[in-house]
């Protein structure tokens, strides 16, 4: 499912597909480094910014690209230092962008260690039964040039709170594609999305430094293991047995663990990095301690770390988040298992954080007043 806005946006154009639209204009090569440099390095929010452009050049991209694809329509600051980011596309559509900021011991919030985590769908077809952001459906994809202009805002964001002409994209530790949507069920406009965001010509962030989650879209995955772009792949794996994915994760009964382990190997291997388990800890469903032994024997197995991620609790939906004494007996046995696993404090509670929340309940809203 894919939207047709009227001009397509400036933020999906790569150097090369850009030097051709400009070629086609009879403009010249570097003229599509300097407007993705104004885009990306200066930051220009108007096509009159672009100082050095000719003006017919200008008003040629105005008439031919939407420069601003993404309008920020709220922006929530938690108490735990997590904020999140309502954008409203052209057709209305809401997504959320999260940008987390975890304090180190002994240092200021200047030196917190960062992390944006983006969104990739509207909505999303996966119907994980924990899960806002699957409890409406899939309404569509993201184009590439949306993805990116996610980021384009957490920057605009950035500038503003540390009063810093331009703060540098390059200053977040990590961005996490774990958002709203299955990222890889939009492979081509991700892939393309994160050439830009890797390019040095676009937004410049080290592939190493990016982490794609997928809840387990098989065939996909081992696609991804055959591109050399570098990137991170986290599975959201959620239960450690058939029996408990096929109850919170449909997508289980198409791509059960006998064909996604071999998958997160061959990923693992043609790529030489340790992969990712992200496992959300819900009261009486996958927390039990056989979870724990079978997770520690996969993660063993798979050379993975394991992200222990305590369940956020959603509106509408009866799970909850199991006792701090269990979470901690779970980690226990990774532990005595030699498995490389962190518990996560999930940020942002007092701002609707867990993925899909914020949108939910403003389109809620939205309905009720119309
Ligand atoms: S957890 Fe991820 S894959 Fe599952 S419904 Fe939510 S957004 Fe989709």
């Not at 459906?137 to 810093?164: F, H, M, N, P, W």
């Not at 965001?197 to 592939?207: C, T, V």
């Not at 939906?317 to 990774?334: D, G, M, N, T």
Request: a neutral charge; aromatic letters at 6%.
């Amino acid at each position: 499912m894919k939207f047709e806005p009227e001009k397509p946006p400036l933020t999906g154009e790569t150097l090369d597909s850009l030097t051709l639209r400009l070629k086609e204009q009879g403009e010249p090569a570097f003229r599509a480094r300097q407007i993705l440099e104004w885009i990306y390095k200066k930051r220009a929010r108007s096509w009159d910014d672009m100082s050095n452009l000719p003006k017919s050049l200008r008003a040629w991209l105005a008439d031919t690209f939407d420069l601003s694809p993404a309008t920020l329509v709220l922006g929530k600051q938690s108490l735990d230092i997590t904020d999140k980011l309502l954008l409203e596309l052209r057709d209305q559509s809401l997504i959320e962008t999260v940008i987390i900021r975890a304090p180190q011991d002994g240092v200021g919030l200047e030196h917190s260690r960062k992390t944006i985590c983006i969104s990739t769908q509207v909505g999303c077809a996966m119907a994980c039964a924990f899960c806002a952001s699957g409890l409406a459906g899939l309404k569509r994809d993201l184009s590439a040039g949306e993805i990116v202009a996610q980021l384009l805002q957490v920057c605009y964001r950035e500038d503003a709170r540390t009063q810093r002409a331009r703060s540098e994209l390059a200053s977040f530790d990590n961005i996490v594609v774990m958002g709203m949507g299955e990222p890889l069920a939009n492979y081509d406009a991700l892939i393309r999305a994160l050439t830009i965001l890797n390019a040095e010509w676009g937004l410049g962030f080290g592939a190493r430094r990016i982490t794609v989650s997928t809840s387990g879209l098989v065939p996909k995955i081992l696609k991804l293991a055959d591109v050399p772009l570098g990137f991170r792949l986290a599975i959201s794996l959620h239960g450690a047995t058939d029996e408990v994915r096929d109850r919170i994760m449909p997508v289980n009964k198409a791509y059960p663990l006998e064909k996604l382990i071999p998958a997160i190997r061959a990923f693992s291997e043609n790529h030489g990095r340790m992969v990712t388990l992200e496992f959300i800890l819900i009261e009486d469903v996958n927390d039990a301690l056989d979870q724990a032994v079978k997770l520690s024997e996969i993660a063993r197995d798979l050379h993975a770390h394991v992200n222990l991620i305590p369940y956020n609790s959603v509106e509408g939906l009866p799970w909850k988040r199991p006792s701090l004494a269990r979470q901690e007996r779970f980690v226990r046995i990774l532990e005595e298992a030699r498995v490389s696993v962190t518990l996560r404090r999930e940020k942002g509670h007092d701002i609707d954080a867990a993925c899909g929340q914020l949108r939910l309940k403003t389109e809620r809203d939205r309905a009720a007043v119309s």
